[in-house]
């Protein structure tokens, strides 16, 4: 059976002007600007930098014509008067811009060149090969990761080149092809595994002893090596400390990612635009929004002259009533954008600046231990804005201090107890353990178990499994790893 009934309820949406507002405030500078250059594009009513100094003027007066086509309908939907009388000095002409052309840098470098996989193949034109191998040849160059490595077995390349290339072929041939490929720059490409890589870039050295042992150590003995047993290589090999360390030292010099090192490596590069900067003027901190964070925009003095020219025409067309209304929209989607570009600066503005002001003792100093216990509802609650909101400032924004680029979201971190009972920063506690870590004794590095009772002597009552987790998020290893000889 259907039944209908009221049901009174209250619940709160989002307009798209704030979702709008929202997802342009979580955008870092370079994003920004994209955004920006996209609405641009896309609304001919804005217009970017300085206008002329001549004001709009207002000749006109409200005005009815009647005609069939509902003058009195378009004159209810936009009012003419109301976008071309501006009684107020528009803000940008009230700025004053006292920097030079040369003290702000707009334009971001691209870097160009030649791939890392291109690179191999420009060195395999250089050998001699038959069809068959050359095909096998640039198989398994595609077949190197950005690391350098080719992390397939040689079954599984020898199905692949049947199956995607018709190519048939042997292990022993694919083999033979892959020494070549072993060959080319940077050293240790094309290797299999970690234990490969390394020892082709020793074989490319000159052979001096510690090599020869080294080299030696990587073939027969890697597991004991990657453990750090050392005193098993010591009489497996039968050597001093002094020649296992002058073994090692050469191994540690070796590159574990040869591909990586290859400036030309087609990996995106990420340029970071600091969003602010903070500096320190006569001991005191002083905050700036990155210029490119606030663009100067006004609307299109192109559309204001349409205005007019509808305003003053005495017989109003359908076309020209189809363009005012096109004009209406395009005018007033302009005139929000610009607004919400100042909220957003206005929003970034006061949300770094209340986290500059809860950080004024780190941002003086530099020292991390200095860093106060800080989550979003803190800088939430001084500002009087939602959590969300600092959220999205914070995730994405860097600022350039006088300790260099920083992250914003860094500065958040969740407090603890001390025996004195102060809330300290969780990130003063990770300093603390990661200068404790740097002073130790490397012969006998200190296990989770020491470390926890020394941060405990400091004052720093913290369990050993959180000892663990802090050290795993500085990427410190364990103990064992930490040894050296």
């Known amino acids: 059976m259907l039944k209908q009934q009221l049901n009174f309820k209250l619940s709160q949406k989002l307009s798209p002007q704030q979702i709008q507002l929202m997802k342009l405030i979580q955008l870092p500078t370079q994003a920004f600007e994209q955004r920006l250059k996209q609405e641009m594009e896309e609304n001919p009513a804005l217009d970017s930098g300085k206008e002329k100094a001549d004001d709009y003027e207002d000749t006109f007066s409200n005005e009815n014509t009647d005609d069939d086509y509902g003058t009195e309908k378009i004159e209810a939907d936009i009012n003419v008067d109301e976008y071309l009388s501006d009684d107020e000095i528009p803000s940008y002409r009230l700025s004053a811009n006292n920097y030079s052309a040369d003290d702000e840098e707009r334009s971001v470098p691209y870097a ?10 420009n060195q395999l034109n250089t050998y001699r090969f038959d069809e068959e191998e050359r095909e096998i040849a640039e198989f398994l160059v595609g077949s190197v990761d950005e690391s350098g490595y080719i992390r397939r077995s040689v079954s599984d390349i020898l199905d692949d080149l049947a199956f995607t290339q018709n190519v048939y072929t042997t292990e022993e041939k694919i083999e033979s092809i892959l020494e070549i490929v072993q060959q080319l720059d940077p050293a240790g490409v094309g290797a299999r595994n970690l234990q490969e890589c390394l020892w082709l870039q020793l074989d490319r050295k000159e052979t001096t002893i510690p090599i ?4 030696e150590i990587l073939k027969k003995s890697f597991d004991h090596f990657s453990k750090k047993h050392y005193d098993k290589l010591l009489v497996k090999f039968d050597i001093t400390e002094e020649d296992l360390k002058n073994a090692i030292n050469e191994i540690e010099h070796l ?3 040869p591909g990586g090192a290859y400036s030309g490596s087609n990996r995106m590069i990420e340029h970071v635009v600091p969003d602010f900067t903070i500096r320190i003027v006569d001991a005191e901190l002083e905050l700036t929004l990155n210029g490119r964070n606030a ?12 205005l007019q020219g509808y305003k003053a025409s005495k017989e109003k067309s359908k076309s020209q009533k189809d363009a005012v209304l096109f004009i209406k929209q395009k005018l007033d989607a302009a005139k929000w954008f610009i607004e919400a570009i100042k909220q957003r600066q206005q929003t970034l503005f006061i949300t770094m600046s209340a986290i500059m002001h809860y950080q004024k003792s780190y941002f003086l100093s530099g020292d991390e231990r200095n860093l106060r216990p800080m989550i ?29 680029t920083k992250l914003i979201k860094e500065f958040f971190s969740e407090s603890m107890t001390n025996v004195e009972g102060e809330e300290v920063s969780t990130r003063e506690i990770k300093k603390i353990l990661e200068i404790t870590i740097g002073e130790e004794d490397k012969k006998k590095p200190l296990t989770d178990d020491k470390l926890a009772k020394m941060l405990e002597e400091k004052g720093y009552p ?13 990427d410190i290893p364990v103990a064992r790893l930490r040894k050296k000889i």
């Open 295 to 306: 663009p100067e925009l006004h609307v299109s003095r192109e559309y204001n002259n349409m």
């Open 462 to 474: 913290i369990a050993r499994r959180t000892v663990a987790k802090y050290r795993e998020q500085l």
């Open 112 to 121: 160009s060149g030649t791939t890392f996989h291109q690179h191999l193949i």
């Open 255 to 257: 590159n574990p990612k």
């Open 212 to 215: 020869k042992l080294a080299s």
């Open 376 to 404: 979003l509802k803190d800088i939430a609650d001084e500002i009087n804005m939602d959590v969300s909101t600092v959220s999205r400032v914070a995730n994405s924004k860097y600022v350039d201090t006088p300790y260099g």
